[in-house]
């Protein structure tokens, strides 16, 4: 039996990561203080929560945890490793003239991954770094009951609301946001298996209603990379975020986009590129002696950074990674193709079918 892809995911997730790459857009042209960008956070402030929701959603909990590790931790690996040299690459000048042995300068750059979870010259990848100890996480606590999953969920909010209220100064890094990213990841497992979204599409409008309503009056941010609260309150945005995702995926069950869908299949690719070319447009600017602040250079970054991401994402040869947001796998009987990529990550047998679920 053929069951066909969820393309409503590819959808938001298409829409997101242009969303991302604004707000970071946004703080490379020094907007961080308008009142627009504080307000668009008010509305966007599940960006990342919803990142995290869609790597459960579409877990596949029949895999024993090696097969989970060739088919969907492997590509994770690959990828934070190509992101870390692109970004070792625009930081080795910098290190060159700092004076720093040579010993430092080619150790820095995975010592500083694994003390703070993110990458020098490409800080947007402590997210793959996060990704994968929360993939790695919920593959154990999945093959709990369902009433113990939900526990676990509200467990693990209470880790992240107590070191954001009695350790607000603790400096772990993106490690930091794996009790809010397991949360997520267990309850978009939940919504796919209890068919939470079927469920609640009579209530639409509600749903959407609420959603509105307690992201206009009930306004709480956490910063998810750090667990920081910035403004209202930590349980507040949790709920906020779980209306929020709830509404998207309503909103976007049925509505197609063959453009977002493309990218919403590449999302990865975009996550490691486009801070770099945020650098490269940076310099190209400076060059010219275009100002580099304001909001004609946000617009310029994003543009012309979401345009180099979709160039570069088309030539990647992401089909061949089997892996989480760059490829959405049906269930059925799918034949992989040997390719030198395929091989190195998976035991490609093209004589050999395997009935898969969305993978991510």
């Given at each position: 039996?053929?069951?066909?892809?969820?393309?409503?995911?590819?959808?938001?997730?298409?829409?997101?990561?242009?969303?991302?790459?604004?707000?970071?857009?946004?703080?490379?042209?020094?907007?961080?203080?308008?009142?627009?960008?504080?307000?668009?956070?008010?509305?966007?402030?599940?960006?990342?929560?919803?990142?995290?929701?869609?790597?459960?959603?579409?877990?596949?909990?029949?895999?024993?945890?090696?097969?989970?590790?060739?088919?969907?931790?492997?590509?994770?690996?690959?990828?934070?490793?190509?992101?870390?040299?692109?970004?070792?690459?625009?930081?080795?000048?910098?290190?060159?003239?700092?004076?720093?042995?040579?010993?430092?300068?080619?150790?820095?750059?995975?010592?500083?991954?694994?003390?703070?979870?993110?990458?020098?010259?490409?800080?947007?990848?402590?997210?793959?770094?996060?990704?994968?100890?929360?993939?790695?996480?919920?593959?154990?606590?999945?093959?709990?009951?369902?009433?113990?999953?939900?526990?676990?969920?509200?467990?693990?909010?209470?880790?992240?609301?107590?070191?954001?209220?009695?350790?607000?100064?603790?400096?772990?890094?993106?490690?930091?946001?794996?009790?809010?990213?397991?949360?997520?990841?267990?309850?978009?497992?939940?919504?796919?298996?209890?068919?939470?979204?079927?469920?609640?599409?009579?209530?639409?409008?509600?749903?959407?209603?609420?959603?509105?309503?307690?992201?206009?009056?009930?306004?709480?941010?956490?910063?998810?990379?750090?667990?920081?609260?910035?403004?209202?309150?930590?349980?507040?945005?949790?709920?906020?975020?779980?209306?929020?995702?709830?509404?998207?995926?309503?909103?976007?069950?049925?509505?197609?986009?063959?453009?977002?869908?493309?990218?919403?299949?590449?999302?990865?690719?975009?996550?490691?590129?486009?801070?770099?070319?945020?650098?490269?447009?940076?310099?190209?600017?400076?060059?010219?002696?275009?100002?580099?602040?304001?909001?004609?250079?946000?617009?310029?970054?994003?543009?012309?950074?979401?345009?180099?991401?979709?160039?570069?994402?088309?030539?990647?040869?992401?089909?061949?990674?089997i892996s989480a947001s760059s490829r959405i796998v049906e269930l059925g009987?799918?034949?992989?193709?040997?390719?030198?990529?395929?091989?190195?990550?998976?035991?490609?047998?093209?004589?050999?079918?395997?009935?898969?679920?969305?993978?991510?």
């Amino acid at each position: 039996m053929i069951k066909k892809r969820d393309v409503s995911l590819d959808i938001i997730s298409g829409i997101l990561i242009i969303l991302i790459i604004l707000y970071h857009a946004a703080q490379w042209a020094k907007l961080s203080d308008t009142e627009i960008y504080k307000n668009a956070l008010n509305f966007f402030y599940f960006l990342m929560p919803w990142f995290y929701f869609k790597s459960g959603y579409v877990h596949n909990d029949s895999y024993s945890f090696r097969k989970m590790f060739k088919v969907s931790l492997s590509p994770l690996i690959f990828l934070l490793v190509i992101g870390t040299l692109i970004g070792y690459i625009f930081t080795l000048p910098g290190l060159i003239r700092s004076g720093e042995s040579i010993f430092v300068i080619i150790a820095k750059p995975f010592l500083y991954l694994i003390k703070s979870g993110m990458t020098l010259g490409n800080p947007p990848l402590w997210f793959l770094l996060s990704l994968f100890f929360v993939k790695v996480i919920i593959s154990f606590i999945v093959k709990l009951s369902y009433k113990l999953i939900g526990l676990s969920i509200i467990a693990f909010v209470c880790v992240g609301w107590a070191q954001s209220f009695y350790f607000p100064n603790l400096n772990l890094g993106a490690h930091q946001a794996l009790p809010l990213g397991i949360s997520f990841s267990l309850l978009g497992y939940l919504y796919r298996k209890k068919k939470v979204i079927t469920k609640i599409s009579n209530y639409k409008i509600p749903v959407i209603l609420v959603t509105l309503l307690s992201s206009i009056f009930m306004t709480s941010y956490v910063h998810v990379h750090f667990n920081e609260l910035r403004y209202g309150s930590y349980w507040i945005y949790f709920i906020n975020c779980v209306l929020a995702i709830s509404s998207i995926l309503i909103i976007f069950k049925y509505i197609t986009w063959k453009p977002l869908i493309w990218i919403g299949q590449r999302t990865f690719i975009f996550f490691i590129v486009h801070w770099p070319l945020f650098f490269i447009i940076y310099q190209i600017c400076r060059l010219l002696d275009v100002s580099r602040s304001g909001w004609i250079f946000m617009y310029i970054l994003s543009i012309f950074a979401t345009l180099g991401s979709i160039i570069i994402a088309y030539y990647f040869p992401h089909k061949y990674l089997i892996s989480a947001s760059s490829r959405i796998v049906e269930l059925g009987k799918i034949k992989l193709k040997k390719t030198p990529i395929a091989k190195f990550f998976y035991k490609a047998n093209p004589t050999k079918s395997e009935n898969r679920i969305n993978e991510n």
